[in-house]
């Protein structure tokens, strides 16, 4: 696969180019090892392109795991506490895990656990690979990356799309960067407020 785009939100790309380049560059290379063409194996069941081969998620992702995975980059769980108070919620932001749940059982409220989970993490930066349904770059992008962002896990975040060309080619639903782009872009310069870069591939 090669990159087809890629924009630099909160100079998220700039962050990465100063103090880890090698990051940048594992995962560029990443994405340069993956043969598109071994992941087109989904026979289509849809009317608009049935029996095409269309290229595979699963395939995909697979091939972006094995690839970051050997670099080093791991799978980050980040815990919390929530309950069903906003005050005691707003208190406990910036708190452990630990400190959470004391405080929101302190308080005679119910703590109920929760966790965001991204697949890969090395060295403070995070990445996304996303070719699921297009609801699921909004979660990463406005939670998983925020999340980690606002909790001291990670300084930026790598959201990886598809090109509109590649997802022509894909089940219908998928996301693509060019539309999550305009997501971003319309929030306005500050929102997400965590360093991001989006990158779209192409076959």
Known sequence: MHIGA???HLNGEEYLLVHHPQLL????????????????TKVSREQRTLGRRLFAPKEM???FKSGLESCGWKER??????TDDEQILRGVLGMSADQQKAAIEAQGRKAIGSYNQTDFVKDRVAVEVQFGKYAFVAHDLFVKHL?????DIIDVGIEILPM?????QMSSGVAYYERDL?????????????????IGVEP
């Open 164 to 168: 509109k060309s590649l997802e022509v």
């Open 6 to 8: 890629r924009y630099s």
């Open 182 to 198: 305009m997501n971003v872009v319309r929030q306005g310069r500050g929102v997400p407020a965590v360093p991001l870069v989006l």
């Open 147 to 151: 999340s980690f962002y606002v909790s």
């Open 25 to 40: 560059r594992e995962v560029e290379s990443v994405i340069a090892e993956v043969d598109a063409e071994s992941c087109r």
């Open 77 to 82: 769980r980040n815990q919390f506490w929530v």
């Open 61 to 63: 992702n697979a091939a």
